[in-house]
């Protein structure tokens, strides 16, 4: 009997939670095989009694499809849950939707127009250029921009049963699994669905989008705060967030107000730091030259008022504008490399700030409802 046949066999074993093979999810720990006897454990989120036994019947089913004489042995454990690294704070263990994904970092602004959106989507390209596994969550749901930033518009994702139940598969672009409110609802429609079914939306995508282990999450917010907001830190536990803001002093006071949501008592999400987005002006023939049109200093205070770091400063250049209506973000364009490593060092400090942030503090603990 081979291990490796075995844990092929194996990788064919859905979890019915995530969609993700339960090889790729990690879930299956000390696989052993002394033959005829083969065992290993099986840590799931939540020992349920009828997902136990799908599961158990689902990995003898594999084994047995291989090796017909095996005598499987399943343990069955449950992880400490609240999903990310860093030691448990305590307090009572909740369930997450997502124990693959180790970051979930929303990223956050106090008016739209500022390149929230545009900052999400380089953000994201730029930490899988850095090595890592990343996702993108557009649910800015009056104005989900990521479908044209990526050339994914007019895109549908599928459905796809699993264990009886409907999964999200996401569309890919770049390599990058993207969900967003976009695939599925007209702007026109997002304007008349009132908060809360645009919030349950978002809530579906979280729980219910089959998506790949991933190191990063990048959660594109609506400007503001509201409903979209309140249900992300109802059902993932946020590991921080990152704020986008334009250098204007008028900027500010919108931006102070978003920011102060993450901070309430009952949130407590950390802030990563801040992007100043359209830092300065350079013209494409003069790319050394820097014209602060909009002013200076507004990302410096958003930090310094949120006791966070400045992560970046991106210039104000027609490529970036050409970028998001082209489906081809800027961060890809090989000939604009000022630009190119604008993005490139802000992702670096998001991933930093996001291993500092991990190793200081346990994962955040999820909002309850308060009835
Ligand atoms: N640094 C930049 N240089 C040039 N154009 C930019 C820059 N950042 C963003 N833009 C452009 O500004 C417009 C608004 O950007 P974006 O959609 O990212 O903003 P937003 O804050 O997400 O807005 P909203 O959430 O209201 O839709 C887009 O056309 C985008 O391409």
């Known amino acids: 009997m081979e291990l490796s046949k075995i844990a092929e066999a194996l990788a064919s074993v859905t979890d019915p939670k995530t969609g993700q093979d339960i090889i790729t999810a990690n879930m299956v720990l000390h696989l052993k095989v002394e033959a005829p006897v083969v065992s290993f454990t099986l840590q799931l ?7 136990k036994q799908q599961l158990n019947f689902a990995c003898q089913e594999a084994i047995l499809s291989v090796y017909p004489e095996a005598q499987v042995h399943v343990h069955m454990q449950n992880p ?3 999903g990310q690294a860093g030691p448990s704070t305590g307090g009572p263990q909740r369930e997450n ?8 970092i929303a990223v956050a602004s106090g008016k739209g127009g500022v390149g929230k959106s545009t900052v999400a989507v380089n953000l994201a390209l730029g930490l899988q250029e ?6 993108l969550l557009d649910a800015d749901v009056y104005g989900p921009s990521a479908p044209t930033m990526l050339g994914l518009q007019g895109q549908r994702p599928q459905v796809e049963k699993v264990y009886g139940k409907p999964k999200i598969k996401p569309l890919y672009a770049y390599g990058l699994p993207v969900m967003s409110t976009g695939f599925v609802v007209e702007p026109e429609q997002a304007v008349v669905l009132r908060g809360p079914r645009l919030a349950g939306i978002v809530r579906q995508f979280i729980e219910e989008t089959i998506w790949p282990p991933l190191d990063f999450l990048i959660v594109d917010l609506p400007p503001g705060t509201g409903d979209v907001q309140l249900t992300l830190v109802q059902t993932v536990s946020v590991t921080g967030a990152v704020m986008v803001t334009t250098p204007q002093e008028v900027a500010l006071a919108d931006a102070i107000k978003a920011m102060n949501m993450f901070f309430l008592p009952d949130v407590q999400v950390p802030v990563l730091g801040v992007v100043e ?4 002006f350079t013209p494409a023939e003069l790319p050394d030259n820097k014209y602060y049109i909009f002013g200076q200093g507004g990302g410096k205070t958003l930090a310094k008022k949120s006791n966070s770091m400045l992560l970046g400063q991106i210039p104000l250049v027609q490529s970036i504008r050409e970028g998001g209506d082209s489906g081809e973000p800027a961060i ?3 000939n604009e490399e000022i630009t190119r490593q604008a993005w490139l060092d802000t992702a670096r400090n998001v991933a930093r ?3 500092l942030r991990n190793e200081m503090m346990g994962p955040t603990e999820k909002v309850t409802m308060k009835e």
């Open 130 to 135: 850095l090595g890592a596994r990343v996702g």
């Open 277 to 280: 987005n359209m830092s300065y």
């Open 45 to 51: 989120p939540k020992l349920d009694d009828n997902y």
């Open 353 to 355: 700030q996001t291993a």
């Open 332 to 334: 890809l364009n090989k």
């Open 97 to 104: 939707p997502l124990p693959h994904v180790k970051n979930i």
């Open 80 to 82: 400490a849950v609240g």
